[in-house]
């Protein structure tokens, strides 16, 4: 018997529509759904997904450790589940009795690092119920973290689509869609086709190429040097957007030269409400106030960005302040193309002929992806990238980089719900991030049990042994660990240090909700229920059924519906006004019409201007 079944791809951050074509039962081919949204060409990984599911090497049954983890052989012994399932929640609550639940660390495997990625948030859950903070997110530090933090930091949000429907000029920093992302690749060949420009970089000539107008190939782990010298040709050249920057960006407030930090209304005089940040105003010739609180200044003026003004202090001290926009100004200033080519083995009119193409080929949008994330400097990397983008003031504008609006649905990670009082690991020494644990800070608490220690880790997928660095501590920290539980698909290097071994399901065998899908208007509004497009082979279980399961035997169950994954998915969906019988009925999904508007951070709220909350 032959049927198909449309649902999309998990495997990956794109997420592409797809049909599966099932016989007998079997799954024999995967193809693009020319009907979904988020439809595209599929990459290899899509292609080969019946290679994965039928792959004679899949963990098939639950198996505990007989030797010790200096063996290099774990003396594997069938378990059930239930005896599986029982040890692991037996070990995870006298640990949590002995040395607190911040002793236990739950994980997952990166998007690409498992079968999936859209349960992330239950793993997520599950540990902030147990009352642990510490979540593994495998090499997301790596992989995303600085690209969405790097954009956090400097807009509020993490990076905005790009608006490739509507654009003039499109910014590729190191992102290579026609390897990494098909659909991005197919919006921006269309947006060249409708003329807009493209320009790449990237050290080599990717597969992305030959679609760019102009390509630079930076120097790897110069892309800092590289937005330096983009922001001074914009700068000096006067080619930014003169009106976002002086009343949207803290560019006009004055900073103190003695410290360093932006100077407030109680430092001069009497403290006022809100306490304002202070301006220069052109037009008066004084000081202007800006209410941080309500994000607007305190009367119309014309903020200045440049000059240096003395202002004596409640204590008798005088201080010069200059406008923060005078110290990026500066900066940039030690990076002109000429010396910035040097840096990045590159052209300099090149590097001027790219930042003045992005500039006056307004709207234009950019997408910086990996290729500048791995790398010690990358979240300066992706702050630059960030300011040279931010000054043209294309953000939230039609064309530029754009806020979709997103079906409206509850968060289920836990992070509101279960208030905890440890850090995780990490944050002690960089309070800002990441919010996940990294491999190094995973290691030194097992081994150092710095700041505290870790007894045991339950881990969905991931590879940590070979997927970061300094393999060999790596595996001394798992030698000592006392409880190591993983699900996985196959018997990786890290898999041979558990003391339970679960079998995993493929994503095709498990079920899942996406109630969002990354790219453009029509796929952020679009929400699908993936199905189980075939049963579960051998006795692997869905992760997302292994969580429920486990937080049933931790004493959980009323944080988890009971048991009900159902019930839990219409609790997520509720807020949309649609149930999971309805997506069961649409299997392609529904886009809700959700209506796009532009430049929000103009908008009211309850307090005031909605502004850019950044951190």
């Excluded at 190094?440 to 997927?467: H, M, Q």
């Excluded at 796929?523 to 869905?542: D, F, K, N, S």
């Excluded at 994954?565 to 997506?583: C, H, K, M, R, W």
Aim: with cysteine; glycine share 8%; aromatic share 10%.
């Amino acid at each position: 018997m032959k049927t198909t079944i449309q649902t999309y791809d998990p495997q990956c951050k794109s997420r592409c529509g797809v049909i599966c074509h099932i016989e007998d039962g079997k799954l024999v081919k995967i193809r693009k759904d020319p009907g979904h949204p988020n439809t595209t060409s599929l990459c290899p990984k899509g292609l080969a997904s019946p290679e994965l599911v039928y792959h004679p090497e899949r963990l098939q049954y639950p198996m505990k450790r007989t030797q010790p983890k200096t063996n290099p052989d774990p003396g594997w012994e069938r378990i059930t589940w239930e005896e599986a399932l029982d040890t692991i929640a037996q070990k995870l609550l006298w640990i949590r009795q002995t040395h607190g639940a911040e002793a236990v660390v739950f994980g997952k495997g990166s998007s690409g690092g498992g079968p999936a990625n859209d349960f992330k948030e239950w793993v997520y859950r599950l540990g902030l119920a147990f009352g642990s903070p510490n979540y593994d997110h495998g090499t997301i530090h790596i992989c995303s973290w600085h690209k969405s933090q790097g954009s956090r930091h400097t807009y509020g949000v993490s990076m905005p689509k790009p608006d490739f429907e509507n654009t003039n000029c499109i910014l590729l920093w190191g992102h290579n869609p026609a390897a990494s992302w098909k659909k991005h690749l197919e919006d921006v060949n269309a947006a060249r086709k409708r003329g807009a420009r493209i320009i790449i970089i990237d050290p080599r000539r990717n597969e992305t190429w030959k679609q760019g107008d102009l390509w630079l190939p930076v120097r790897p782990g110069t892309d800092t040097a590289l937005a330096l010298a983009m922001l001074n040709v914009v700068i000096n050249e006067k080619l930014y957007d003169r009106d976002f920057v002086r009343n949207w960006t803290n560019s006009p407030f004055l900073v103190r030269t003695d410290n360093g930090r932006f100077i407030r209304q109680n430092e001069i005089g009497p403290a006022s409400q809100n306490n304002p940040y202070l301006v220069w105003d052109e037009s008066a010739d004084d000081l202007l106030g800006y209410d941080p609180q309500k994000r607007i200044y305190l009367k119309e003026g014309t903020p200045a960005l440049s000059g240096e003004h003395r202002l004596k202090l409640t204590n008798g001290k005088t201080v010069i302040c200059r406008p923060a926009f005078g110290y990026l100004k500066e900066l940039v200033n030690q990076f002109p193309p000429e010396k910035s080519a040097q840096i990045t083995w590159m052209d300099a009119d090149r590097i001027r002929e790219a930042a003045r193409l992005f500039y006056t080929s307004k709207p234009s949008c950019y997408y910086a992806y990996n290729g500048v994330e791995q790398h010690t400097s990358a979240m300066q990397n992706n702050r630059a990238i960030c300011t040279f983008f931010a000054l043209s003031g294309n953000f939230d504008r039609p064309g530029g980089n754009v806020i979709f609006p997103k079906p409206k649905t509850n968060k289920v990670d836990g992070k509101k719900e279960f208030k905890l009082d440890k850090l995780p690991l990490g944050k002690e020494n960089r309070p800002l991030g990441p919010t996940n644990v990294q491999a190094r800070d995973l290691y030194r608490a097992i081994l150092e049990e710095k700041p505290y220690p870790v007894k045991a880790l339950v881990s969905f997928s991931g590879n940590s042994l070979t997927a970061n660095g300094d393999s060999k501590r790596g595996r001394s920290a798992f030698e000592k660990l006392e409880f190591f539980a993983l699900a996985e698909l196959f018997e990786t290097p890290a898999a041979k240090m558990a003391d339970i071994l679960l079998p995993a399901t493929t994503a095709w065998e498990a079920f899942f909700l996406k109630p969002t899908f990354e790219g453009t208007e029509s796929t952020c509004c679009h929400l699908q229920l993936m199905p189980q497009v075939i049963q579960p082979l051998y006795e692997a279980r869905p992760d997302i059924s292994i969580i429920f399961e486990l937080a049933e035997k931790l004493g959980l169950s009323d944080k988890f519906w009971n048991g009900d994954i159902e019930a839990a998915f219409n609790y997520q969906l509720a807020p949309s006004g649609l149930t999971v019988e309805d997506l069961r009925k649409n299997p392609v999904g529904i886009s809700l019409p959700l209506p796009v508007t532009y430049e929000k951070y103009k908008e009211i709220d309850g307090v005031g201007v909605k502004g850019f909350s950044t951190p």
